[in-house]
Protein backbone atom coordinates (compact mmCIF):
# COMPACT_ATOMS: atom_id res chain seq x y z
CA UNK A 1 0.00 0.00 0.00
CA UNK A 2 1.14 3.74 -0.67
CA UNK A 3 2.70 5.64 2.70
CA UNK A 4 2.18 8.98 2.72
CA UNK A 5 3.16 11.12 6.34
CA UNK A 6 2.87 14.40 7.41
CA UNK A 7 5.35 15.61 10.04
CA UNK A 8 2.24 17.02 12.44
CA UNK A 9 -1.12 16.51 12.39
CA UNK A 10 -1.86 19.67 13.79
CA UNK A 11 -0.03 22.76 14.80
CA UNK A 12 -0.85 26.27 16.55
CA UNK A 13 1.73 28.69 15.18
CA UNK A 14 1.91 32.57 15.80
CA UNK A 15 1.47 35.09 13.08
CA UNK A 16 5.01 35.64 11.60
CA UNK A 17 6.61 32.32 12.19
CA UNK A 18 7.69 30.36 9.51
CA UNK A 19 6.16 27.12 8.85
CA UNK A 20 7.33 24.24 7.89
CA UNK A 21 5.23 21.05 6.70
CA UNK A 22 6.90 18.08 5.92
CA UNK A 23 5.68 15.24 3.76
CA UNK A 24 7.25 11.84 3.14
CA UNK A 25 6.15 8.97 0.49
CA UNK A 26 7.65 5.54 0.62
CA UNK A 27 6.36 4.63 -3.14
CA UNK A 28 9.16 6.22 -5.46
CA UNK A 29 6.23 8.45 -6.65
CA UNK A 30 7.67 10.96 -9.34
CA UNK A 31 4.71 13.65 -8.70
CA UNK A 32 4.35 15.24 -5.23
CA UNK A 33 1.18 18.05 -4.72
CA UNK A 34 0.42 19.97 -1.68
CA UNK A 35 -3.25 21.21 -1.17
CA UNK A 36 -4.89 23.57 1.12
CA UNK A 37 -9.07 22.08 2.35
CA UNK A 38 -11.15 25.13 3.15
CA UNK A 39 -14.92 24.88 3.72
CA UNK A 40 -16.63 26.12 0.58
CA UNK A 41 -13.63 25.99 -1.42
CA UNK A 42 -12.84 22.81 -1.99
CA UNK A 43 -8.86 21.35 -2.62
CA UNK A 44 -6.80 24.71 -3.70
CA UNK A 45 -3.32 23.40 -5.37
CA UNK A 46 -0.48 25.15 -3.71
CA UNK A 47 2.60 24.41 -5.80
CA UNK A 48 3.72 19.95 -7.21
CA UNK A 49 6.74 18.56 -8.12
CA UNK A 50 7.14 16.38 -10.62
CA UNK A 51 10.91 15.45 -10.33
CA UNK A 52 13.77 15.85 -7.51
CA UNK A 53 14.09 19.81 -7.35
CA UNK A 54 11.63 20.84 -9.71
CA UNK A 55 8.28 23.02 -8.51
CA UNK A 56 5.35 24.00 -10.40
CA UNK A 57 3.53 26.62 -9.36
CA UNK A 58 -0.34 25.83 -8.64
CA UNK A 59 -3.47 28.07 -7.74
CA UNK A 60 -2.38 29.87 -5.24
CA UNK A 61 1.22 29.99 -4.23
CA UNK A 62 1.42 32.97 -3.03
CA UNK A 63 2.94 33.03 0.56
CA UNK A 64 4.32 29.77 0.10
CA UNK A 65 7.75 27.81 -1.23
CA UNK A 66 8.38 24.50 -1.25
CA UNK A 67 11.54 22.02 -1.62
CA UNK A 68 12.29 19.15 -2.98
CA UNK A 69 15.70 17.76 -2.31
CA UNK A 70 15.16 13.73 -2.88
CA UNK A 71 12.46 12.27 -4.65
CA UNK A 72 10.97 10.58 -1.53
CA UNK A 73 10.11 13.73 0.64
CA UNK A 74 8.32 17.53 -0.34
CA UNK A 75 8.36 20.23 2.14
CA UNK A 76 5.93 23.26 2.06
CA UNK A 77 7.04 26.57 3.41
CA UNK A 78 4.92 29.41 4.81
CA UNK A 79 7.36 32.13 5.02
CA UNK A 80 5.56 34.35 7.66
CA UNK A 81 2.69 32.66 8.64
CA UNK A 82 -0.75 34.88 8.23
CA UNK A 83 -4.36 33.91 9.58
CA UNK A 84 -5.39 33.44 6.47
CA UNK A 85 -2.91 30.66 6.21
CA UNK A 86 -5.13 28.90 8.78
CA UNK A 87 -5.91 25.81 6.96
CA UNK A 88 -6.00 22.08 6.12
CA UNK A 89 -3.03 21.26 4.87
CA UNK A 90 -2.93 17.90 2.23
CA UNK A 91 -0.03 16.47 0.83
CA UNK A 92 -0.60 13.67 -2.17
CA UNK A 93 1.92 11.90 -4.57
CA UNK A 94 1.12 9.81 -7.42
CA UNK A 95 3.21 7.19 -10.08
CA UNK A 96 4.01 9.07 -13.42
CA UNK A 97 3.14 6.99 -16.51
CA UNK A 98 -0.19 5.00 -17.14
CA UNK A 99 -1.28 5.54 -13.27
CA UNK A 100 -0.36 9.48 -13.56
CA UNK A 101 -3.50 10.81 -12.33
CA UNK A 102 -4.38 8.56 -9.36
CA UNK A 103 -3.10 11.03 -6.03
CA UNK A 104 -2.39 9.27 -2.84
CA UNK A 105 -3.08 11.44 0.15
CA UNK A 106 -1.30 11.79 3.75
CA UNK A 107 -3.68 12.50 6.63
CA UNK A 108 -3.30 16.05 6.77
CA UNK A 109 -1.99 18.90 9.02
CA UNK A 110 -4.48 21.25 10.42
CA UNK A 111 -2.46 24.53 11.10
CA UNK A 112 -4.03 27.45 12.79
CA UNK A 113 -2.08 30.60 12.50
CA UNK A 114 -2.89 33.29 15.41
CA UNK B 1 -11.20 26.89 -16.85
CA UNK B 2 -11.68 23.38 -15.92
CA UNK B 3 -14.80 22.61 -13.40
CA UNK B 4 -16.43 19.82 -11.85
CA UNK B 5 -19.15 20.43 -10.67
CA UNK B 6 -20.91 17.98 -7.92
CA UNK B 7 -24.44 17.45 -6.67
CA UNK B 8 -25.86 17.71 -4.28
CA UNK B 9 -23.19 19.39 -2.21
CA UNK B 10 -25.03 18.01 1.06
CA UNK B 11 -27.38 14.75 1.50
CA UNK B 12 -28.60 12.79 4.82
CA UNK B 13 -30.15 9.93 4.65
CA UNK B 14 -31.48 6.69 6.76
CA UNK B 15 -29.87 3.68 6.89
CA UNK B 16 -30.44 1.44 4.04
CA UNK B 17 -31.54 3.90 1.48
CA UNK B 18 -29.94 4.33 -2.09
CA UNK B 19 -28.66 7.39 -3.06
CA UNK B 20 -26.55 8.67 -6.27
CA UNK B 21 -24.09 11.52 -6.44
CA UNK B 22 -23.01 13.50 -9.75
CA UNK B 23 -20.04 14.71 -11.14
CA UNK B 24 -20.68 16.42 -14.08
CA UNK B 25 -18.51 19.04 -16.61
CA UNK B 26 -18.35 20.58 -20.61
CA UNK B 27 -14.44 19.37 -20.48
CA UNK B 28 -13.43 16.22 -21.46
CA UNK B 29 -11.67 13.97 -18.98
CA UNK B 30 -9.09 11.62 -19.81
CA UNK B 31 -10.01 9.79 -16.10
CA UNK B 32 -11.83 10.42 -13.10
CA UNK B 33 -11.27 9.32 -9.52
CA UNK B 34 -13.56 9.66 -6.28
CA UNK B 35 -12.46 9.77 -3.08
CA UNK B 36 -14.11 9.87 -0.02
CA UNK B 37 -12.62 11.65 3.47
CA UNK B 38 -13.36 11.21 6.54
CA UNK B 39 -13.60 14.01 8.86
CA UNK B 40 -9.53 15.54 9.97
CA UNK B 41 -8.36 12.88 7.52
CA UNK B 42 -6.93 12.93 3.89
CA UNK B 43 -9.15 11.39 1.11
CA UNK B 44 -8.82 7.88 0.56
CA UNK B 45 -8.86 6.85 -3.58
CA UNK B 46 -11.85 4.70 -4.21
CA UNK B 47 -12.06 4.20 -7.69
CA UNK B 48 -10.77 5.52 -11.31
CA UNK B 49 -12.34 5.31 -14.23
CA UNK B 50 -10.99 5.85 -18.15
CA UNK B 51 -13.05 4.30 -20.74
CA UNK B 52 -16.48 5.83 -21.87
CA UNK B 53 -19.59 4.22 -20.44
CA UNK B 54 -17.72 2.39 -17.66
CA UNK B 55 -19.21 1.17 -14.63
CA UNK B 56 -16.93 0.06 -12.11
CA UNK B 57 -18.25 -1.70 -8.68
CA UNK B 58 -17.21 -1.78 -5.19
CA UNK B 59 -19.02 -3.33 -2.89
CA UNK B 60 -22.21 -1.59 -2.36
CA UNK B 61 -20.76 1.21 -4.46
CA UNK B 62 -21.13 1.66 -8.44
CA UNK B 63 -19.39 4.08 -10.42
CA UNK B 64 -19.82 4.87 -14.15
CA UNK B 65 -18.04 6.90 -15.96
CA UNK B 66 -20.11 9.05 -19.21
CA UNK B 67 -19.84 7.98 -22.30
CA UNK B 68 -18.46 11.26 -23.40
CA UNK B 69 -16.34 11.26 -20.58
CA UNK B 70 -17.48 14.19 -18.93
CA UNK B 71 -19.57 13.57 -16.31
CA UNK B 72 -19.55 10.79 -13.69
CA UNK B 73 -21.92 9.45 -10.84
CA UNK B 74 -21.51 7.49 -7.64
CA UNK B 75 -24.39 5.03 -6.63
CA UNK B 76 -24.63 3.46 -2.89
CA UNK B 77 -26.78 0.58 -2.55
CA UNK B 78 -28.42 0.20 0.73
CA UNK B 79 -25.83 2.61 2.82
CA UNK B 80 -24.47 2.41 5.69
CA UNK B 81 -22.89 4.40 8.67
CA UNK B 82 -19.92 3.76 7.58
CA UNK B 83 -20.68 5.52 4.39
CA UNK B 84 -20.51 8.67 6.35
CA UNK B 85 -18.11 11.33 5.06
CA UNK B 86 -17.27 13.54 1.88
CA UNK B 87 -17.32 12.01 -1.68
CA UNK B 88 -14.79 13.93 -4.20
CA UNK B 89 -14.70 13.66 -7.69
CA UNK B 90 -11.90 14.59 -9.32
CA UNK B 91 -10.33 14.63 -12.89
CA UNK B 92 -7.20 14.40 -15.29
CA UNK B 93 -7.35 16.29 -18.36
CA UNK B 94 -5.79 16.04 -21.66
CA UNK B 95 -3.15 18.72 -21.93
CA UNK B 96 -2.94 19.79 -17.96
CA UNK B 97 0.43 19.68 -16.19
CA UNK B 98 1.81 16.70 -15.14
CA UNK B 99 -0.68 14.33 -13.19
CA UNK B 100 -2.74 17.25 -12.24
CA UNK B 101 -6.50 16.58 -10.74
CA UNK B 102 -9.31 18.66 -11.05
CA UNK B 103 -10.99 18.66 -7.98
CA UNK B 104 -15.11 19.10 -7.23
CA UNK B 105 -16.24 20.32 -4.15
CA UNK B 106 -17.56 17.62 -2.82
CA UNK B 107 -20.68 15.74 -1.79
CA UNK B 108 -20.76 15.47 2.39
CA UNK B 109 -22.93 12.67 3.31
CA UNK B 110 -24.65 11.61 6.20
CA UNK B 111 -26.29 8.43 7.04
CA UNK B 112 -28.01 7.94 10.22
CA UNK B 113 -28.83 4.96 11.73
Known amino acids: DVKVTQSSRYLVKRTGEKVFLECVQD?????MFWYRQDPGLGLRLIYF???????EKGDIPEGYSVSREKKERFSLILESASTNQTSMYLC?????????????FGPGTRLTVT | TQLLEQSPQFLSIQEGENLTVYCNSS?????LQWYRQEPGEGPVLLVT?????EVKKLKRLTFQFGDARKDSSLHITAAQPGDTGLYLC?????????????FGKGTKLSVKP
Open chain 1, 92 to 104: ASSLGGTDLYEQY
Open chain 1, 27 to 31: MDHEN
Open chain 1, 49 to 55: SYDVKMK
Open chain 2, 27 to 31: SVFSS
Open chain 2, 49 to 53: VVTGG
Open chain 2, 90 to 102: AGGYFGGSQGNLI
